[in-house]
């Protein structure tokens, strides 16, 4: 396989529009309305900049890693992905928040496998690292969930693919990126695959210092 020349760039308007087409290559199975389009890219953009990344095979927009910050409450973890996202502007932002929430990581189908989102979830780190946040939290879909669902619980599933005897094309990829899986979120997102399920998924940013009143 050819070497890939993959830059990872912030995120800047003129990329919206292929954004929202990356949207629906990335995620046949979810909901039209659980989809990012132009506007609420141009929000992010307004937003956090340098706190969302593209991939970009020359001028192709292959994929991307968005996110925002916010102080996560983990003793009332239990959240639906719209409602944290808030419909995907990601208004939620708060500049001084002690967590990178991830709201977005998808490759195209035809660019997986060959590292890019290992390198977005790298650009997300290194913003982590350099703002001094407490780490990345996210919801992370259970796509082969589906193949299994007639015969496990969701939860049965997750420890399953934690303990590494069942491989997760998301969940598994996560783990092998270094988050921790802390527990599941029910009804998080329309997703016939994942059956509506994620895993509370957390990396932790081990540079962390303590900042504010903790
Ligand atoms: C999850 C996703 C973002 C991963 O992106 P990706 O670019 O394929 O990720 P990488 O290439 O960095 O890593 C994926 C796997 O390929 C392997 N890989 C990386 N480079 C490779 C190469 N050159 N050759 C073979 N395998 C390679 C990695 O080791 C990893 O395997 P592992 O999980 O067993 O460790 C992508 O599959 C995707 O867009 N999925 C659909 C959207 C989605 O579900 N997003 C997450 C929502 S929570």
């Given at each position: 396989m050819t070497k890939l020349d993959?830059?990872?760039?912030?995120?800047?308007?003129?990329?919206?529009?292929?954004?929202?087409?990356?949207?629906?290559?990335?995620?046949?199975?979810?909901?039209?309305?659980?989809?990012?389009?132009?506007?609420?890219?141009?929000?992010?953009?307004?937003?956090?900049?340098?706190?969302?990344?593209?991939?970009?095979?020359?001028?192709?927009?292959?994929?991307?890693?968005?996110?925002?910050?916010?102080?996560?409450?983990?003793?009332?973890?239990?959240?639906?992905?719209?409602?944290?996202?808030?419909?995907?502007?990601?208004?939620?932002?708060?500049?001084?928040?002690?967590?990178?929430?991830?709201?977005?990581?998808?490759?195209?189908?035809?660019?997986?496998?060959?590292?890019?989102?290992?390198?977005?979830?790298?650009?997300?780190?290194?913003?982590?690292?350099?703002?001094?946040?407490?780490?990345?939290?996210?919801?992370?879909?259970?796509?082969?969930?589906?193949h299994h669902k007639d015969h496990?619980?969701?939860?049965?599933?997750?420890?399953?693919?934690?303990?590494?005897?069942?491989?997760?094309?998301?969940?598994?990829?996560?783990?092998?990126?270094g988050f921790e899986a802390r527990?599941?979120?029910?009804?998080?997102?329309?997703?016939?695959?994942?059956?509506?399920?994620?895993?509370?998924?957390?990396?932790?940013?081990?540079?962390?210092?303590?900042?504010?009143?903790?």
């Amino acid at each position: 396989m050819t070497k890939l020349d993959v830059k990872i760039d912030t995120l800047r308007p003129e990329y919206a529009r292929a954004l929202e087409q990356l949207q629906r290559d990335c995620f046949p199975t979810l909901a039209d309305d659980e989809l990012m389009n132009e506007a609420h890219f141009l929000n992010h953009c307004r937003l956090f900049p340098e706190g969302n990344f593209v991939a970009l095979v020359g001028d192709r927009v292959v994929g991307l890693g968005s996110g925002f910050l916010i102080d996560f409450d983990f003793d009332h973890a239990q959240h639906s992905f719209q409602e944290i996202i808030d419909g995907g502007f990601y208004s939620h932002h708060d500049p001084d928040g002690d967590w990178y929430y991830g709201g977005d990581i998808s490759v195209h189908p035809d660019y997986r496998r060959r590292g890019i989102g290992s390198k977005l979830y790298r650009a997300r780190m290194a913003i982590v690292k350099a703002l001094n946040r407490k780490g990345i939290v996210a919801g992370g879909l259970i796509p082969d969930y589906v193949h299994h669902k007639d015969h496990l619980s969701a939860q049965a599933y997750v420890d399953l693919v934690v303990a590494g005897e069942l491989y997760d094309s998301t969940l598994s990829f996560q783990l092998g990126r270094g988050f921790e899986a802390r527990g599941l979120l029910r009804d998080y997102i329309e997703d016939e695959a994942s059956d509506n399920w994620a895993t509370l998924i957390v990396w932790d940013n081990p540079e962390y210092q303590p900042r504010k009143a903790d």
